[in-house]
């Protein structure tokens, strides 16, 4: 479901059977049939067409939100979990400000503020998702900072950078590739959240959430314009959840075995250096 939402994200337009666009009278509110096989709307649009079109805001704002918050809270997220303690408790004391408010509020009063746009709404998703990985990535910052290959670059001179760049962020991609596929989801169902309320991506940018709307006037007269977009956007939430719950557990089954075999490549590198380290101080 996920690779079809993206198929219809890149070439929603070249797939669908109608231009999803396109003013039609004479259908208007029609019943799905074989032309139209999830009806139309009020203006006569085909519905299907509107939902493969829609897939394309709905992922896009769904992954670029999630990368720029990921992007932004592992930064914070490394920074505090490798600093002094004043630095370390300012940020976190600002993530607990942000987690304070529920990510749908929040996400209203940005865009509120902000009005409209698909760029806004994103922006406003990305805040969202900032604290929750910086306190995901300071928790894993703080408990790989004790192990032994992070012990040794510090004994060896490496700057505090460097141990974030080459030997700590290297350790967080299974978590933040969990925790991403979460968001998603999140993202989406955000975002359909803030499109029915009326401070989503505006016209004519399709959106399931704008639909689901629309689609809430006529419930009884034409209850497939309901179904459908709240059924998109049920399926995309309910598959970016199982992705993340079977990466979860793949990637748990993984770290088991590299646990048994001998730990993380980074071990052994840092273990070889100080070899060699112990190694060129006994011949001199």
């Known amino acids: 479901m996920i690779a079809l939402a993206l198929l219809g994200a890149a070439f929603g337009r070249e797939l669908a059977p109608h231009d ?7 259908d208007v509110l029609a019943r799905p049939s074989g032309e139209h096989w999830l009806g139309t709307d009020p203006l006569g649009r085909d519905v299907f067409s509107q939902i493969v079109g829609g897939a394309r805001i709905s992922m896009v704002v769904g992954l670029v939100s999630v990368a720029a918050g990921m992007a932004a ?9 490798l600093a002094p303690g004043r630095t370390a408790g300012v940020l976190m004391r600002a993530m607990d400000a942000l987690l304070v408010f529920p990510s749908l509020v929040l996400a209203l009063t940005i865009t509120a503020f902000l009005g409209a746009s698909l760029w806004n709404v994103i922006g ?10 910086a306190i995901l990535v300071r928790g894993e910052a703080l408990a790989l900072g004790a192990r032994e290959f992070v012990t040794a670059a510090r004994a060896l001179g490496a700057a505090r950078a460097r141990i974030m760049w080459r ?48 689609g809430y ?5 034409a209850p497939w314009l309901a179904l459908a ?5 049920f399926v995309i939430a309910l598959a970016s959840q199982a992705v ?5 557990l793949v990637l748990a089954r993984r770290g088991a075995r590299s646990h048994e075999t001998g730990g993380t490549r980074a071990t052994a590198r840092a273990g070889w250096r100080v070899r060699r380290l112990l190694r060129s101080g006994s011949s001199r």
């Open 20 to 26: 999803p666009l396109k003013y039609n009278p004479r």
């Open 73 to 81: 809270g592992t930064a914070v997220g490394l920074v505090a979990g």
């Open 124 to 133: 406003a998703l990305a805040v969202t998702f900032i604290p929750t990985f």
């Open 167 to 214: 030997h700590v962020l290297p350790n967080l991609g299974d978590v933040l590739l969990v925790q991403a596929s979460f968001g998603i989801g999140t993202a989406i169902l955000t975002e359909a959240s803030l499109s029915f309320l009326g401070l989503g991506v505006p016209p004519p940018a399709l959106s399931w959430g704008r639909m689901l709307r629309e």
């Open 217 to 221: 006037s006529f419930l009884l007269d």
């Open 229 to 233: 977009a709240g059924g998109a956007i």
């Open 244 to 248: 993340a719950d079977g990466l979860q």
